[in-house]
């Protein structure tokens, strides 16, 4: 028995490629279902905004719903006026690219609104926890990161600057008030604080604040080239044929893929600087 375990077996390093690749595929199954309900769990809780205050939301949703109203206002007029050149395929296009530059501005400000909607049905949650950490920047825009110990479990929130400066001196215990949904940290009190442990605020470098705005600014990016893409095509002299619209639509397709494309490139060159990839 002794000899088998010794010697050599040639199928040993088949065995050992099928296994790896057996566990490279779980690894794979794991991780793409993990990451559909990460996305879930990142819109419910307002995507982009989460964090935010209310009434930022909200002030933000007016914003988008009047730049809406207004697209789809100049949109209507450019069917009109193409309707009135015998164009109509130009004029609904542009009607359409308006329609897209609207669905797309307001899918940042819709789960963040669904989030508050929610909220004002439940009372806020209160939660206490050991301070872990804390980071100057999070993942949205104009917030910081708070992470506590609660229960066997880290949780992560997004809290306003001002609230960040109670835990910079020696915060041990940290207990704070928070919207169910939209993750909104209304109150923090300090309950426990050591002198002794002061926090050492990790290093925040271009990168991390490049790619915090990043995807507001691709967002913003895709909606300006989805417009300026309308503007060129109506200006193109190319009749009234069905011509006219395909190349408008083309380039519309072109300049938001060339943004859209650029922005995943640059966000993946970010977290190579970052050293986030193995």
Same mark, same amino acid.
């Given at each position: ?31 793409e279902?993990?990451q ?31 730049? &809406? ?20 395929p130009?004029g ?26 929610r ?66 940290v ?13 926090m ?9 604040k ?5 995807? *507001? ?11 300026l ?13 069905? *011509? ?10 072109a300049?938001? &893929?060339?943004?859209? *494309? ?12 970052? &050293?986030?990839?193995?």
């Open positions: 028995m002794r000899s088998l375990g010794t010697m050599r077996n040639p199928g040993s390093r088949e065995l050992r490629r099928r296994q790896a690749r057996l566990e490279s595929q779980q690894r794979n199954a794991v991780r279902q993990t559909p309900q990460r996305r879930e769990e990142s819109i419910r809780r307002g995507g982009l905004l989460e964090g935010l205050a209310p009434q930022v939301v909200m002030r933000l949703a007016l914003v988008i719903g009047v730049s &809406g109203i207004i697209l789809i206002a100049a949109g209507v007029l450019g069917l009109l006026v193409e309707m009135g050149q015998h164009d109509v130009l609904i296009l542009v009607l359409l690219l308006a329609l897209a530059m609207v669905s797309v501005a307001g899918s940042v400000a819709a789960p963040a609104l669904r989030a508050v909607r909220d004002r049905k439940v009372p806020p949650r209160n939660v206490q926890g050991q301070l872990v950490g804390a980071s100057p920047i999070s993942a949205t825009p104009g917030l910081c990161t708070l992470a506590l110990s609660v229960g066997r479990n880290v949780e992560q929130y997004r809290i306003r600057p001002e609230l960040f400066d109670k835990v910079r001196n020696g915060a041990t215990v940290v207990g704070i008030s928070v919207s169910p949904s939209l993750n909104y209304q109150t923090l009190t300090v309950i426990r604080r050591d002198r002794l442990a002061a050492t605020e990790p290093t925040v470098n271009r990168a991390m490049v790619s915090v705005w990043l995807p *507001l600014v691709s967002v913003g990016g895709v909606v300006v080239a989805l417009g893409a309308g503007l060129i095509g109506t200006l193109l002299p190319l009749g009234t044929g069905l *011509l006219h619209p395909l190349v408008t639509l083309l380039v519309a397709a300049l938001a &893929g060339v943004v859209a *494309l650029g922005a995943r490139w640059y966000g993946n060159r970010l977290v190579r600087e970052l &050293g986030l990839v193995e």
